[in-house]
DNA sequence: CAGTGAGCGAGCTTCCGCTTGACTT
């Protein structure tokens, strides 16, 4: 029987092609790259020109296995790997391993998967491009040469099993720059103003805000302002009207996606990507992993469809989006639903919601501009040039409002402007003042990143894939160079002032600043590890070192360039570098002098050391030895005063006797504790182990008591098992092995003959094995 | 994950970019 084989990257894709293609085609996929460099050791033969060393890859065997098998019975393989350098790599790669002729295989690539697209390339194959494969190994050797180079520099200065590479250097260093510039930032207050006026319609009053854009320094400059205002009398002096308009944004990409779900859904970068996996496993959107705006002609028809008999024609507008970004390879389509007639297909509320979001943005991306009408009126009056204005914004027409609004990154006060209808009203109408108020306002630093900004800023920077944002994210904070928090505000006073019935009026009020939801914070060793890099390695750690070496990966990719040269003039120089900054340079430990002990004059310093970040108080002499304190959670090396470091020598602290024995409060590997009696208790979250008094430590120890008696629900000895009350519920134990008990079982009511029978139903259970690591 | 309360001493750690699965002997 003669048979041809289609090998594309997803099998997810390989069934949709399949329906396409007749009984004479078999599709199949690779999932994703079948060879590699392997993980342990450079793989790269520096002697020889550095030529990879490339090996199958681990949990590839099974795959490349059924491909051999295939393309034996196959009399012809198409190679239908995306259209981009990782595509063309893969499919370099399967010609080694099924025995192919690069400069003669079929090479078959389409942007849109569809009958006609997908047929029309296998009747046009053409062969493999080696330029584009060049660039790709140049691409991987560089990423492995960095990232393997770099990381072993930083075990010997900074700490084992740290790491650096192109992507994740870069990124921590944006987080840490950030939060340096948000340390540094001087926040400086002025007064704002808002004036309120009665407007009466027909005998009924409503209220006209209204607002002028001056900054007044401080509190004298705000008391003249409305002392200069005192009985004045106020007018409309004209109206203004100003047609605008507003235009839907382009359809998802990952970045965007990733931004879009962040914001309206709360989802971190890697829920997003496992629940778009799930939807389009089940084939309800497109490719999740693309970084495209374009719809495909088919997808733009079946959306004017849906417009048409959803909202009306007159909501359609066909659009095309070409893709900004620089860095773009564009080897699939937008995110967007496979057929946009399907609003509901997931009963899973996280699969609904993404859905949901995917559908209104694509379908916004095909409708009407929304026509919006602001107008602004200008008051005046009668003692003084000063202006207010009251601005208000109508939606003439909604378009693609309807379905769909992107939400903005920085969350400012909502605007007021917005929606609000104003009445015609003459000139020269008379606008009694309700009243006037300065309100002192703070000048605000740029703000921490989300894992979604972060996203963003790495796209605009040219730095990472589709593929590879998430993990990235993951990365850095796995390695202990960002954390993801929230953190607590503090109070903060401001005044304002209010004239109102001609007599001014001062009031000092506070709010809550500075408190802050899941925003990425950069932690010591991020600090330590990125100075180290940016002094030592500062090409590398450039915003726009991935721009430039994509720009020769590009020359390569067109033949201008021969990558083993690209490479050599690149690592040369580098080597170099790391020879000499593994000689000569110091450790780094982020050293600070923070000043001298206020009884004994010893130094103290704080650096981050073997255990973290940590003070030190005085040397290591002959007669003694310096102390040594951990930091609490949130301070840091880079801002931490000398008063806050002394205080943390109060640990562990003696709060008292109870029953007769000591009660001491300390911080231990696992966080806060007291202890009593040799007996140790957790500090539940907020309780600070430096504040807590004697009576809150008895109430914890009381109450761990108790819990303690009532742990052990049925114990058999002569089995070794128990029944024991754990934190997420009764489960049994049997010497150091630990069993769920079924659903809809009492606990209480267990002999000893049920728990034998679950343990041995547990145990011939297939058990979960841990994806381990590498082993050879 | 099922309950702990230190302080390594030999050998390993690590990159970026494609893609999903999680076994018989």
Known sequence: MSK?????????????????????????????????????GLAIDLENNYEPIYEISEDKDKVIKELQKLAKKATTIYLATDEDREGEAIAWHLCSVLGLDPKDAKRITYTEITEKAVKFAVANPRIINLDLVNAQQARRVLDRLVGYELSPVLWK???????????????????VDREREINGFKVESFFKLQALFNLSDNGKTTILKAENNEKLKNTAAAQSYLNDLIGAKFYVKGTEKKPSK???????????LQQEASRKLGFSVSKTMVVAQRL?????????????????????????????SKYGNKYYRHRKFTTKNESAQEAHEAIRPTYAENVQVSDDRDEQRLYELIWKRTVASQMSDAELEKTVITISNDKNAKEFYAQGEVVLFDGFLKVYTESADDEEEADDSSDVLLPPLKNGLELPLRQLTATERYTRPQPRYTEASLVKKLEELGIGRPSTYAPTISTVQKRGYIVKESREGVERKFQVLTLAA??????????????????????DIGGVVTDFLVKNFSNILDYGFTAEVEKKFDDVAEGKQEWHKMIDDFYQPFHKNIDTTTRESERAS????????????????????????????????????????????????????????????????????????????????????????GKFVSLPKGTDPYEVNLDEAEALILAKRESDANKFIAEFPEQDIQVILGRFGAYIKKGK??????????????TLEDCLSIISEADKAPKKTKRGKKTK
């Open 246 to 256: 507003r235009t839907p944004a382009a359809p998802f990409t990952t970045s965007t």
């Open 737 to 750: 092995e630990n069993y769920k008990i079924p659903k809809g079982t009492e606990a209480k009511h267990l």
């Open 502 to 523: 001609d007599a001014i009026k001062e009031e000092v009020k506070t709010e809550i600043t500075g408190s802050e939801k899941n925003k990425l914070f950069p932690t």
């Open 280 to 308: 389009y496993e089940a084939g309800h959107i497109t490719y999740m992993r693309t970084d495209s705006n374009s719809l495909s002609e088919t997808a733009m028809s079946s959306l004017k469809q849906t417009i048409d």
């Open 157 to 175: 200065k900074v700490k084992p099993s740290l790491s650096a590479g192109r992507v994740q250097s870069v990124a921590v260093r944006i987080i």
């Open 590 to 677: 982020g050293e600070r002098a923070l000043g001298n002990h206020p009884v004994s004059g010893e130094p103290i310093i704080v650096r981050v050391g073997r255990f973290g970040p940590m003070v030190q108080v005085g040397v290591t002499s002959e007669d003694k030895k310096p102390q040594y304190a951990r930091l609490k959670a949130q301070q840091s090396i880079e801002t931490i005063t000398l008063k806050e470091a002394l205080d943390l020598f109060k640990l562990p602290r003696v709060l008292g006797e109870f029953e007769g024995k000591e009660v001491k409060a300390n911080i231990g590997r696992f966080g806060p504790y007291v202890q009593h009696d």
């Open 4 to 40: 041809n084989l289609v090998i594309v990257e997803s099998p997810a894709k390989a069934k949709t092609i399949n329906k396409f293609l007749g009984s004479d085609f078999e599709v199949t996929s690779s999932y994703g790259h079948i060879r590699d460099l392997p993980s342990s």
